[in-house]
């Protein structure tokens, strides 16, 4: 079983992608469980306060040190985190291979920013681990969140239906996906590669290969240079 905990400041962003789909299924079967924490439930004062102007001046708020650190060290009591994740436009951008690693942890604690960020002494005193999930910014890390434990989830055993599946796709070994056809084998004057539906497996296995080496060669060259990103 996977846990993740996600502290988040807009907990609803992340009501919908972990209730549907291929996520709630992990849950029912007790594959990984997800828990979002509100960060404002740690605001200071009346009104629950989280963040506040930037020293030094600038536009923007930043998240403040003492809610998150009182959400972190109450989480802490209970939990021993392998990790705890900070989503961040300047953190090392995610790739499958730190998925795959990622979804042999046990228990993961992630945080979400806002606005400008968060207050730099949090990452220094708590966070383990910096991941950006693409070069642009969200107005947040919730979402960068969901990609995350999408990602991390689907790789876990009996996720996906298809025991294999995960294992076969784009970025695994460093290769895109070969392409994929379903019937009708002839659509709109369009016919499915003869190999494909010849039931020669061997034959199969080496064309989907090719596929996957030249797609990659075209689409992805850095891919086969960099030994590191898969
Ligand atoms: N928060 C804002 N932008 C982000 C990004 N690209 N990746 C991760 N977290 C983020």
């Known amino acids: 079983m996977l846990e993740i905990d996600i502290i988040a400041v807009v907990p609803g962003l992340l009501e919908g992608p972990f209730s549907h789909s ?35 001046g600038g536009a923007g708020m930043v998240l403040m040190a003492p809610p998150l650190a009182d959400a972190i060290r109450d989480l802490q009591k209970e939990n021993t ?9 300047d953190g090392k951008t ?14 993961l604690l992630l945080i979400c920013g806002h606005y400008k960020g968060i207050d730099e002494r949090i990452r220094e005193r708590f966070v383990t681990m910096e991941i950006s999930i693409g ?27 298809d025991e294999t599946s995960a294992l076969m796709d784009s970025f695994q070994d460093n290769l ?22 010849s039931g020669h497996d061997a034959k199969i296995e080496e064309w989907r290969y090719q596929q996957s080496l030249d797609r990659t060669q075209a ?6 240079k960099d030994e590191d990103s898969a």
Do not use: C
């Open 22 to 56: 291929i996520l709630q299924r992990a849950a029912e079967k007790n594959l990984i469980r997800v828990r979002v924490i509100d960060l404002r439930q740690y605001g200071t004062g009346s009104y629950k306060q989280i963040d506040d102007y930037a020293f030094g």
């Open 81 to 89: 985190y392998d990790e705890i994740i900070y989503l961040t436009p």
């Open 94 to 107: 995610l790739n499958q291979s730190m998925a795959n690693h990622l979804s042999l942890k046990s228990k």
């Open 135 to 161: 070069d642009y910014v969200l107005s947040g890390g919730e979402l960068a969140a969901a990609v995350l434990v999408d990602a991390i989830g689907r790789l876990i055993p009996g996720v996906l239906n």
């Open 176 to 197: 895109l996906a070969p392409p994929v056809y379903t019937r009708p084998s002839e659509w709109e004057g369009m016919k499915v590669p003869d190999v494909l539906l």
């Open 219 to 224: 689409r992805r060259p850095d891919l086969l």
